[in-house]
C-alpha cells in the first residue's frame, strides 16, 4: 500500500493536474511503478529479465478485460465470486 499511495501521489494526480487523460495517467503510473519494481527485483538478485516488469505490464489489458465482463455479465455474480450463496 505505501508503494501504491506514493504512485497516486507523485505521478498520478500530477499527471492529472497537467492535463493528461485518465487512461495516460494510469498507463504512466504502471509504467513507472513498473519500472522500480523491476528495480527492485533485478538489483539485489543481479538478474536483469523484465518479469516483474511485464507481470506489472500485463494487468493493463487485464484490467480492460475484466472492465467488458463486468459490463456483459452485469446481472450475474461472474464478477464477484465470494458473494454467491451456497
Known amino acids: 500500500m505505501p508503494v501504491h499511495k506514493w504512485i ?3 505521478i498520478y494526480f500530477p499527471c492529472m ?8 495517467a ?3 503510473s504502471f509504467f513507472v511503478s513498473a519500472v522500480l519494481h523491476e528495480l527492485v527485483v533485478a538489483v539485489p538478485c543481479r538478474i536483469l529479465k ?3 516488469f511485464l507481470g506489472i ?7 480492460t478485460l475484466t ?4 459490463s456483459k455479465f452485469r446481472d450475474t455474480m461472474v ?6 450463496s451456497y
Not at 67 to 70: E, I, N, Q, R, V
Not at 79 to 84: C, K, M, N, T
Open 67 to 70: 472492465s467488458c465482463l463486468k
Open 26 to 28: 494510469v498507463f504512466v
Open 17 to 24: 493536474r497537467s492535463g493528461i487523460s485518465k487512461e495516460v
Open 57 to 63: 505490464m500485463l494487468q493493463i489489458p487485464l484490467i
Open 8 to 10: 497516486v501521489r507523485h
Open 50 to 52: 523484465f518479469w516483474a
Open 79 to 84: 464478477s464477484h465470486p465470494f458473494l454467491v
